[in-house]
């Protein structure tokens, strides 16, 4: 399954067109966060709970990611 994209809009807007990562490891600065800017063709949406451990497609378990950011996460690509 995958983010309609009505979760897809709701959560691009939450972002403020920024990338959401928090995640230790992907080198953020002191923030911790990514600050990458997005357009709405350049965001990814991410599952923070897989599928596969009961995530869900609904808005909270969306999390808006830039390329770089997806591509590092764990889970990339896996359901």
Known sequence: MAFSEL???QAF??????CECRRRGH??????RCHTTLTRATAQFHHV????????DGLSNCQ????ACHLRTA???RR
């Not at 080198?27 to 911790?32: F, I, K, L």
């Not at 808006?64 to 390329?67: I, K, S």
């Open 13 to 18: 807007r939450r972002s403020g067109g920024r």
């Open 64 to 67: 808006v990611l830039c390329r």
């Open 49 to 56: 709970h897989a599928h596969g451990v009961g995530g869900h």
């Open 75 to 77: 889970s990339y690509g």
């Open 27 to 32: 080198g953020h600065d002191y923030s911790g």
């Open 7 to 9: 979760i897809k809009q």
